[in-house]
């Protein structure tokens, strides 16, 4: 199985920054893909960005120019820099990662609340 650890969520103001990080444990053979998802009070759960073992990115567009990724492999570690945040992005940010053989997992989740 896959455990991912999330880290880094927490209050900001807006126009801030936070990093959100996820590390991978567990006995896979390869991580394909990881990213993240966020999921905001009555709303579903949503993209906000995803990085391939090729490192291939893809964002959503409420997010492009603002937020990035980025991984270490060597850390089985994915990365989310967070800037310029608004209060729209408050929510709950869960990693996401497509390994192989256990195919789709999910962290626990961190909270991000934008908020003056």
């Known amino acids: 199985q896959v455990k991912l650890v999330e880290s880094g969520g927490g209050l900001v103001q807006p126009g801030g920054s936070l990093r959100l990080s996820c590390a991978a444990s567990g006995s896979f053979f390869k991580l394909n893909r990881m990213g993240w998802y966020r999921q905001a009070p009555g709303k579903q759960r949503e993209l906000v960005a995803v990085i391939t073992s090729g490192d291939s990115t893809n964002y959503a567009d409420s997010v492009k120019g603002r937020f990035t990724i980025s991984r270490d492999s060597a850390k089985n570690t994915v990365y989310l820099q967070m800037n310029s945040l608004e209060p729209e992005d408050t929510a709950v940010y869960y990693c996401?990662?497509?390994?192989?053989?256990?195919?789709?997992?999910w962290g626990q989740g961190t909270q991000v609340t934008v908020s003056s």
């Open positions: 996401y990662c497509l390994s192989e053989p256990f195919g789709d997992s």
